[in-house]
């Protein structure tokens, strides 16, 4: 299974799963790391492992279309089976999104549907959590659509939230739980366990 990634900053999920395709826990392949950001530690993390890595973004391509457009192409060119958002903080095109319906998956860290919707990522989602008095939070792997946090879900882990948390310190359970979850729903993924299909026509 070939595994693209999107991300913007810097890509620990990314690296997880890479990880456990070098362990041999996931059977795939990182194929290729787009980002819209040059100097991501995503990409550094992407040269040192030996993946081709893209900077794609309205500095390369100002026109939307065009690098909506420039995505598609670098992930089929790839022949990615799979797109996993690993902090990917920029809205997917419609091109790429119909070319790999069904296909694309978002790291959420948090339990959907609570805590979803544009600007409801990173720190905004935890310091919600932390506020809503909510006793659970967790991770959720999504398939991407048209709309923020809307896909369908594919896996959920949930994450305890401790009486004495702050955002901060919940951040980072999660984001541990996720290095470990995501390849895991990966794999699943891989094995024909989890299969995902495009959306039934409406």
Do not use: W
């Not at 070939?2 to 826990?25: E, P, R, T, Y």
């Amino acid at each position: 299974m070939n595994i693209g990634f999107l991300a913007s900053h810097n890509g620990s999920n990314m690296q997880a799963v890479v990880d456990a395709c070098k362990m041999a826990a996931l059977d795939g392949v990182p194929a290729v790391v787009v980002s819209n950001n040059a100097r991501s530690k995503v990409l550094e993390r992407a040269k040192t492992e030996g993946i081709p890595g893209y900077h794609l973004s309205s500095v390369t391509h100002p026109d939307v279309q065009a690098l909506d457009r420039a995505i598609a192409d670098v992930m089929k060119k790839h022949a990615v089976d799979v797109i996993l958002l690993a902090g990917y903080t920029k809205r997917l095109g419609p091109e790429t999104i119909a070319e790999f319906e069904g296909r694309i998956l978002n790291i959420h860290p948090a339990l959907l549907p609570k805590f979803a919707g544009k600007g409801m990522y990173g720190m905004s989602v935890h310091d919600a959590v932390i506020a809503s008095g909510d006793t659970e939070s967790g991770v959720t792997v999504h398939v991407v659509d048209t709309e923020y946090d809307s896909g369908p879900i594919v896996a959920e882990s949930r994450v305890s939230v401790k009486p004495t948390d702050t955002p901060q310190a919940l951040a980072e359970r999660v984001l541990a739980r996720e290095h470990e979850f995501v390849p895991q729903v990966l794999q699943r993924i891989a094995t024909g366990e989890i299969e995902l299909r495009k959306p039934l026509e409406p």
